[in-house]
């Protein structure tokens, strides 16, 4: 099976623009999770999407919001993007078991 | 995607060694426990994971204990290789409310030839 995919690797923004990053899960996985990952922060999460509903949220600003479609692809949009929002940002995905399996993620570099 | 932090702490081990690499939890609701590796440019990979009803499961050459008492965790490797040598992260999931796993701020693994 392929892995959990996620396009684009890099992006590159400016302050005040929005960003739309997608995630393409391995085949069968119904969840997908959204983190962000920081030097100063580490990894934390952003939210769970199971089935097109939200399943989990983090503690993010409504700036950072996601969603799901019925092929179980997901993506993660930002809005009125701020430096501090330059980030790995990681999708992964599971089936209902524990155990999740990451992409290689989207760095974001906000300018 | 480099790894995460300017200020992990590393373990430093010679090619060969045995690795042991701890993890403090503080959730005491936490049920299910889970390790990844991350190389530099990578997202984080599975190695193993183990639910609270355990306190040890192996794998192939890594071993993950869990002492509920004192809420700690460890991963260790066997015949450390340089190919080891990443960012390791636990991860715990409460058994109650959100169910998001939590990571740890992660700890360097560095193999020395």
């Known amino acids: 099976k392929a892995g959990v995919t996620q396009t684009p690797r890099y992006l590159i923004k400016t302050r005040g623009q929005q960003v739309t990053l997608s995630c393409s899960p391995i085949?069968?996985?119904?969840?997908v999770s959204w983190y962000q990952q920081t030097p100063g922060q580490g990894l934390q999460f952003l939210f769970e999407?199971?089935?097109?509903?939200?399943?989990n949220k983090g503690n993010f600003p409504g700036r950072f919001s996601g969603r799901q479609f019925s092929n179980s692809r997901s993506e993660m949009n930002v809005s009125t993007l701020e430096l501090g929002d330059s980030a790995l940002y990681l999708c992964?995905?599971?089936?209902?078991?524990?155990?999740?399996?990451f992409g290689p993620g989207t760095r974001l570099l906000v300018l | 995607g480099e790894s995460v932090g300017l200020h992990l702490p590393t373990l430093s081990v010679q090619e060969g060694d045995n690795s042991i690499i701890n993890c403090a939890y503080s959730n005491s609701a936490s049920d299910y426990f889970i390790w990844y590796k991350q190389e530099s440019g990578k997202g984080p990979q599975f190695i193993i994971d183990i639910r609270s009803n355990m306190d040890k499961r192996q794998g192939q050459r890594v071993t993950v204990l869990l002492n509920k008492t004192v809420k700690h965790l460890s991963l260790q490797i066997a015949a450390t290789q340089p190919g080891d040598s990443a960012v390791y992260f636990c991860?715990?999931?409460?058994?109650?409310?959100?169910?998001?796993?939590?990571f740890g701020s992660g700890t360097r693994l560095q193999v020395q030839p």
């Open positions: 991860a715990e999931r409460a058994d109650t409310g959100r169910r998001a796993l939590t």
């Open positions: 085949s069968g996985h119904r969840s």
């Open positions: 992964a995905s599971k089936t209902d078991q524990e155990t999740q399996y």
């Open positions: 999407y199971f089935s097109e509903t939200q399943r």
